[in-house]
């Protein structure tokens, strides 16, 4: 089961999240064409690649964003919206680092 | 006992303690601590088990937990590996798919067919005449199979269990034991699993004495635990490991894992190699070593390397006469331990592969080999064979990784020919490979190697290790344990027979012959070979058969076992009870505070999202339908009361809150007053329905939302995205627990609340659809007219913990006006009657507004909300279904429609019906449908397919049907 990294909470098991699709960026309603709102509204990237998603830490209502490598399945980073961070984040440790964080 | 050697230090077999069972219906004696096999084994007893599909007899092989030719059953269980299994007092068992019992079996005549039962015959006969089938695959369903589930068998939970730790490590050989104090050392919590009921892996059997320091080391840090019998089955995730033990499931948490779970000792692939008697040499040392048993009388080893000739020594400190040593080398073995054998008087036949094994007579068991010489083709000469008498086979020619953990994992393997084996090549985070499964045999590089791993592991987890690459003992190419002898492994360990059953899968009773047809026909591709011969899919899932099913096609292709590839590792690496996966079908369940007040009233419950609520009350022997339409006739001639605690309840505040609605919601919020409530349209960005409710205005920078008891969560947690997203300042509060509600409606209802309320309910001052802030029944609460059941009617929010106290406040205060709870069904039939949609059951996943009758919530001329430019999209197109009312006379006697049955033009699906009542307030059966536009004129006939097939006739009506002027919501 994987372990997510909430920036809220620190790393959680998956089971407590909910995801929220991708991330996208919304075209200006008032001047984009109808097929630039439909493929806005129902056209998903399937590229192979790093994603930016919506996932939801459903104990604490937190919303945040993961980049994640749809190939190999693994979190390349979290934050929250709007405050992408400079560098990525290292994978989860186990208890002792975490023990040392504190 | 005929077989029991004298007491040896370490067995694990404990002499004070006899026990006796039943096998096949006779009577044996063991000692606790034995297995069934070995039980019998040292009881004389050769034959086991009979064979999957040949029904050929069947001894010991792995001794290993691989022994899946001996499965008994008995006691309610089947499939029990009498291989591990412990003997207990009182136990009786029979092996497994026999016809008659186990020594006179009728189906071992099978194989005399076998001729007729070529690789993948089942794909190809009996398919005509097509009535065959069934009988043949009856009749082969009855031959080949393993234990009978018996349907009597009480099933019962088995516990789960979470566990955490830093590092796991899998295996206690050397390595792991190794390993395991490495990591301990640097502070870390280690969890150290193995399969087998003691620690020391190979060290109980091969090396016997050697790592004695470490396993006290273990014991002594406070730092580890040791978990035996516990199999790591699973390897999933960012280091979550389902152990597996016969009582339970762990799920269990790592930091990091090393894996140092060894081998499986490799079978070699000559005529009868599956006689009883033929076991590997790892078999006949376990058995000396952990139970004392003499595994044959005069014995034969087949050797490639050391460790055969560590076995051969092994079985002649046993008492076993060795009557030769079989060495596949023609340069034999260099070492030490070859003069050794020398020196014990045993035979050696350098250059020489067993090519024949017999039985003895008529008996099911071994009775003598033929050693071939082998040319240097590694091709056995039949000319020039020796054959010698035994009643016992120790081959030792080589081993395969356990590696199940590593490739699931995600490791990858490659070939490492210095030692012969599949070795991890690249590692996943976090997860490390020690000792035999990543290469290293000599017991003291195993521990160096299990350091490594446990060090890299300490360094993984953030602790200061000085470069633990230095302990580094994996082999590579040119550099040879012994200099010139080779590796423990023999890479093609197989020898052609004319009329060979030359087994590769002792599983599926697959032998040499089938690969090469399989080969012939086409599947020269391993995942494809697999699944043609369904080698690797038996019981063991192929731990003696997949490796050599590897070697066998990459040399009928000519290729290199890397060009090969290997068959998929999938978890579980070993059999789990179901009983240890099933869940315990846990479902959050939500009772508002009022539900014991229901239940006393009589309350049928429904489920509604996670929530029960009362479905409606039973009042004495009144029908379900009767009841429902009294609750709802009680609402509009009276007064009635329901728990609307389910719903959605969010506060949304702060100086952007009305903005923020309004982008959110279909509506106008901006210019709402304060002190008054709307209605309030969700729709997603496709333009689909996905939830109303009220939104009131309880201050300038204060709005209280309400949302459907299903789509509560979900709403809030789009309502905090969208509010991220926008960047705006508005705060959430979900308040659905903390607060609850109950709706009082009907014409009283003013009556009823005036005396517990300070909040002036005069029309002018509290009209329709006003929200005001009070004290009710001495609790603070929010109350808001709405029109939903389209009656007088007050909405009151309030804390959750007041919730009996108000309610019974409601119930005493309305007695005289004749107050009565209402439940869901007649809160639906009046929402009916007053042509109020339910969102979800009127409207589906992709109904929008426009079809559903709902632009009067579509805000004119607003610049944004979720949705809106999808709408005007869908506004270009042409509309293709709308939501109308319709009637059946009044004297109607059905068949009656129900929800979802279609509404049929000319033999066509033009719509379905979405709600219905037989009864209602209008007089007549009425209800909610979809048809096509050109049918939705009021007065129009359409057809409503019912149950059976039949035809009925309805009207569209206009809606409301009940009250079209709104005045009884609005006094």
Known sequence: ?102 | MSGRLPQRAGEWIDRSKPVEFRFEGQAFRGFSGDTISTALWASGVRLLGRSFKYHRPRGIFSLANHDVSVLVEGGGRTNIRADIEPIAPGMDVKAVNTSGGLWSDRLRFTETFSKFMPVGFYYKAFHRPRWLFPIAERAMRRVAGLGKISPSSVFGHSPKRYDFCDVLVVGTGPAGLSAAVAAAEQGLDVLLVDEQPRIGGSLLYQHVGAGRELMEKVAALPNVRVLTGTTATGYYADHWVALVDSRKLTKLRAGAVVVATGVHEQPSVFHGNDIPGVMLGSAAQRLIHLYAVQPMRRGVVLACGADGYRVALDLHGAGVEVAALADLRVGGEPGDIGKRVLEAGIPVHRGHCVYEAHRAGDKPSLGAVVLAKLNEQNEPDAQRTVKIDCDGLAVSVGYAPAGALLYQAGAKFGYESAVEQLIPRTLPSGVFAAGRVNGVYAPEEKIADGRRAGLEAAKFLGKEVADPARWNRRASEGDLEGGTSGGPTHPYPVYAHRQGKNFIDLDEDLHLADFVNAHQEGFDNIELMKRYSTVGMGASQGKHANMLAVRVLAKLNGATVDQTGTTTSRPFYHPVPLGHLAGRRFHPLRRTPMHALHERAGAHFMHVGAWLRPEYYQVGHQSREESIFAEAKNVRDHVGLIDVGTLGKIQVCGPEAAAFLERLYTGRFTTQKVGLGRYALALDESGVVIDDGLVGRFAEDMFYVTTTTSASDAMYREMQRWALIWKMKVLLANATGRLTAVNLVGPASRSVLAGLTDIDLTPASFPYLAVRRGMVCGVAARVMRVGFVGELGYEIHFRADAGVHVWRALIDAGRRAGIRPFGVEAQRLLRLEKGHLIVSQDTDALTNPIEAGLEFALGKGKDFYVGQRSLEILRKQELMRKLVGFTLPADFKGPWPEECHLVIENGRIAGRVTSFARRSNVGQPIGLAFVTPDRAAPGTRFSIRVEGGKMIEATVAKLPFYDPQGVRQKP
């Open chain 1, 1 to 102: 089961m994987k372990i997510i990294h909430c920036p809220i909470n620190g790393p959680r098991p998956i089971q407590e999240f909910a995801y929220g699709g991708e991330v996208r960026e919304m075209p200006t309603p008032g001047s984009c064409s109808d097929e630039q709102w439909a493929d806005y509204v129902f056209n998903r990237k399937g590229e192979p690649g790093i994603k930016r998603e919506w996932w939801y830490h459903l104990a604490s209502g937190a919303w945040f964003v993961a980049e994640r490598d749809v190939v190999t399945d693994t979190f390349v980073r979290t934050y929250l919206y709007g405050e992408e961070p400079a560098t990525a984040p290292g994978p989860w440790k186990g208890r002792a680092s975490d023990e040392e964080a504190r």
